[in-house]
């Protein structure tokens, strides 16, 4: 189960930090991902990680502004957004899979999917 929070309205320019809490894996085998979804366009990998191999992917689109962290203890895996535009306006979806997912923004190869959480850039 994966349960994401921390969305919201921000202006440009703003941050926001999004939180997903995983249960129900194994934290030394799984990836975790945000991916985002604008109206009318496809779902989209923002970040993801490998738990425990210290790599972490980022969209063109996205490097330099947001960063993806981890916390073992609490099993959760965060998104802060920085300096934010316009057009980063989507749901964000947590992902997760057991298993270590290649590419790391293929839609598919993530079984577990969060409910979503509307981010709004104005």
């Known amino acids: 189960q994966l349960v994401e929070s921390g969305g919201g309205s921000v202006q440009a320019g703003g941050s926001l930090r999004l939180s997903c809490a995983a249960s129900?894996?194994?934290?030394?085998?799984?990836?975790m991902a945000w991916f985002r979804q604008a109206p009318g366009k496809e779902r989209e990998g923002v970040a993801a990680?490998?738990?425990?191999?210290?790599?972490?992917f980022y969209a063109d689109s996205v490097k330099g502004r947001f960063t993806l962290s981890e916390d073992h203890s609490k099993n959760t895996v965060y998104l802060e957004m920085n300096n934010m535009k316009p057009e980063d306006t989507a749901m964000y979806y947590c992902?997760?899979?057991?298993?270590?997912?290649?590419?790391?923004?293929?839609?598919?190869?993530?079984?577990?999917w969060g409910q979503g959480t509307q981010v709004t850039v104005s």
């Open positions: 992902a997760a899979d057991a298993k270590a997912v290649a590419p790391w923004n293929w839609v598919g190869g993530y079984n577990y």
């Open positions: 129900g894996f194994s934290s030394s085998t799984r990836s």
């Open positions: 990680t490998r738990s425990g191999s210290g790599i972490i």
